[in-house]
């Protein structure tokens, strides 16, 4: 990797784990499109890589901090990262079906849809 690269990865990184703490978003809506734009990454590279960094306790000092303030019921993320997990596998392997540009404007719809209705609810 070239220090231009690290650079760009560490702002990506950074940027994508200051929203996940601020308003709990980070891996495809902040690192797969930078990657993508920055880095010039596909977009197979790009949803793999944020996909990758998941695996790591990332976001474990965050969450320590909503679960001390009491918004984290664990019984609750069990049965969400359960399902998560086989949701996860059958998507991924449905994504490496795709071609990219297929992949890339399902990821854009998913990404508007979820806009919208942020926006225009109350």
Do not use: E, N
């Not at 650079?7 to 809506?29: E, F, H, K, Y």
């Not at 993508?36 to 890589?49: E, F, K, M, P």
């Not at 359960?82 to 990821?107: E, N, Q, Y």
Request: charged residues 10%; contains cysteine.
């Amino acid at each position: 990797m070239d220090p231009q690269q690290v650079l760009w990865l560490l702002c990506i990184g950074l940027a994508a784990g200051l929203l996940s703490g601020l308003v709990g978003i980070g891996g495809g809506l902040v690192m797969v499109p930078a990657m993508i734009w920055l880095l010039g990454y596909s977009q197979h590279q790009a949803q793999g890589t944020s996909l990758a960094v998941l695996m790591l306790p990332v976001v474990f000092l965050a969450a320590r901090d909503y679960y001390k303030a009491g918004y984290i019921d664990p019984k609750v993320v069990g049965v969400v990262a359960a399902a998560f997990v086989i949701g996860g596998s059958f998507g991924g392997k449905w994504a490496l079906t795709l071609p990219a540009d297929h992949l890339r404007k399902i990821f854009g719809v998913v990404m508007l849809a979820a806009a919208l209705k942020l926006l225009l609810s109350k």
